[in-house]
């Protein structure tokens, strides 16, 4: 049975997925300060935080086909228990069990998005498609409006029983919106894979520039993201600069006005578009250069909100489309899987890398080198304007 976007089984599938989303914003924000004022470093703490989506990019590829073997609606029932199981895990033994936790979060979380995409597709009519994956990208986004405000206000209590009671509430509800919904149960076969396939489908893209660039492009603007997303708060209490539940407040409208605004603009001719992916990079390094002079430019901070939330809603959607043109046919079941795992494996690396720059030079000098990078690979974007991609 087919249903429409707006649809009330369909409404329940957006909720759930910004339940999901939910828990994993707040807790982006908690285990940071949590790690810190226990005494752990910064590079330990970008650890923590970078195995999440380095765990996510490693499972990402198998992913489709574990959900296309076994049916979206079987998947998604045992990674809900999975979810429910994690944030028991973290309720009870606190944080201890930190670096189990984030992994586990990237385990459910590969599945998830992959799970409830390939639902969306299969429920909805081929023309409405389209508008069911808009309603499935701002659900995942509007938590990040919410979240850090939220994470940060039961942060403050004394009494740690409200972040308890909270996250329990984050384990059970995304089941019970799960009960009766209509993600199907139809299973396909003759799409695995294996490693083989992988490196065999691999080895025949690297030829193709217009994929390694846009692979390079996504790698580099998801590290300066995870980067964000994981010192951000860190940095702005540290340094007694603005406030960091407001500053990703804007950050979030931004991101989501965009999406909706420019929706329009993104590129979806499958060609290469140099001068809107240097303009997006532009954005970028202007933000994180405004970041780095937080100290000089006190209350002025919240204009990086701008320029970030700008790059932060652009660059996916821009390289993913591209990709999706770009990869060869005969291999995009695997490939496809492959490629946006940069995105993933970029996010862990802002966390991973940036954490000991932090430690062993300073926040500013972290973003200072963020910019650095965006400024780079906008120069090799450049470079090959001239040259045909794809």
């Not at 990040?144 to 994470?151: E, F, H, I, V």
């Not at 590129?267 to 002079?293: E, M, N, Q, R, Y």
């Not at 494996?345 to 650095?372: D, E, H, N, P, R």
Request: aromatic share 14%; net charge positive.
């Amino acid at each position: 049975m087919k249903y429409v976007p707006l649809s009330f089984q369909m409404i329940r599938v957006y909720i759930l997925s910004m339940l999901f989303f939910t828990a994993i914003s707040v807790l982006t924000i908690i285990f940071p300060l949590q790690a810190s004022q226990s005494g752990m470093l910064e590079g330990e703490i970008g650890i923590i935080m970078g195995i999440y989506m380095l765990t996510c990019m490693i499972l990402r590829p198998w992913a489709g086909q574990l959900v296309a073997k076994y049916s979206v609606f079987t998947i998604m029932k045992w990674l809900l228990l999975g979810h429910a199981v994690t944030l028991f895990i973290y309720i009870v033994f606190d944080i201890d069990s930190l670096y189990v936790v984030r992994v586990l979060q990237g385990v459910v979380t590969a599945f998830f998005s992959m799970a409830i995409q390939i639902g969306i597709s299969q429920t909805l009519r081929n023309e409405d498609r389209g508008q069911g994956m808009s309603m499935y990208s701002i659900s995942s986004v509007i938590p990040s409006l919410y979240g850090p405000a939220l994470a940060l206000l039961l942060w403050s209590q004394a009494d740690k029983i409200y972040l308890q009671i909270f996250i329990i509430v984050l384990a059970v509800l995304p089941l019970l919106f799960f009960i009766r919904s209509p993600l199907p149960k139809t299973k396909q076969s003759n799409i695995s894979f294996t490693l083989q396939d992988i490196i065999k489908a691999l080895k025949k893209a690297r030829y193709h520039k217009g994929l390694v660039i846009a692979s390079i492009t996504m790698l580099v603007g998801a590290c300066i993201f995870g980067a964000i997303s994981t010192f951000l708060p860190l940095y702005m209490i540290n340094e007694n600069v603005g406030n960091a539940a407001l500053y990703l407040f804007f950050q979030a409208i931004v991101v989501v006005a965009s999406r909706f605004i420019f929706r329009k603009h993104i590129p979806s001719d499958g060609k290469w578009h140099s001068k809107f992916i240097s303009l997006v990079l532009l954005s970028s390094v202007v933000g994180t250069t405004v970041l780095a002079c937080a100290s000089i430019i006190g209350p002025y901070i919240y204009v990086a909100a701008v320029f970030n939330g700008l790059a932060s809603a652009m660059l996916y959607p821009t390289i993913t489309t591209y990709i999706s043109f770009a990869v060869p046919e005969e291999s995009k079941h695997i490939l496809l899987g492959v490629f946006l795992a940069s995105y993933d494996l970029g996010f862990s690396l802002g966390g991973l890398a940036m954490g000991f720059i932090v430690q062993f030079v300073s926040f500013s000098t972290m973003f200072l080198i963020c910019s650095l990078l965006a400024i780079f690979v906008m120069g090799l974007v450049v470079y090959q304007r001239n040259q045909k991609l794809i």
